[in-house]
Nanobody, 124 residues
Framework: QVQLVETGGGLVQAGGSLRLSCAAS????????MGWFRQAPGKEREFVAA????????YYADSVKGRLTISRGGTRNTMYLQMNSLKPEDTALYYC?????????????????WGQGTQVTVSS
C-alpha cells in the first residue's frame, strides 16, 4: 500500500503562485510514476501533470503548459507542483496520484493510489 498526502493549497489572487506538495509513504519503491489531477465543481476529474521516476519524463495538460511545473524530490517520497500565473479556471481540488505501471500518464485509471486532495482557489 502507498499513502499520499497533499499540502499547499489555498486561496490566491489571479496571477499569483502556489506550490503543492505530495508526500508518499509505504511501499513507494513499487511506484513508477506520479501525477496531479484536478476536479472543479460540476466537472470531471482532469489530468494536470505527471512525472516518471526512472527518467524524470514530464507530461502536462495543454491548459497548464508554461505555467505549472511538476518535479520530485530525491526519492520516491515527494512530488511537487509549482503553480505560477494562476487563473480563476485553475480553481479545483487537486489530487496526487501514484501508479505501479503507467503507460498513459494522462489517464486517471492508470494510477493505483490517490490522496484526499488539496483545494486551490484562484480569485479574479
Amino acid at each position: 500500500q502507498v499513502q499520499l498526502v497533499e499540502t499547499g493549497g489555498g486561496l490566491v489572487q489571479a496571477g499569483g503562485s502556489l506550490r503543492l506538495s505530495c508526500a508518499a509513504s509505504g511501499r513507494t519503491f513499487s511506484m513508477v510514476a506520479m501525477g496531479w489531477f484536478r476536479q472543479a465543481p460540476g466537472k470531471e476529474r482532469e489530468f494536470v501533470a505527471a512525472i516518471t521516476w526512472s527518467r524524470d519524463n514530464t507530461y502536462y495538460a495543454d491548459s497548464v503548459k508554461g505555467r505549472l511545473t511538476i518535479s520530485r524530490g530525491g526519492t520516491r517520497n515527494t512530488m511537487y507542483l509549482q503553480m505560477n500565473s494562476l487563473k480563476p479556471e485553475d480553481t479545483a481540488l487537486y489530487y496526487c496520484a501514484a501508479g505501479r505501471w503507467v503507460s498513459r500518464p494522462d489517464k486517471s485509471d492508470e494510477y493505483n493510489y490517490w490522496g484526499q486532495g488539496t483545494q486551490v482557489t484562484v480569485s479574479s
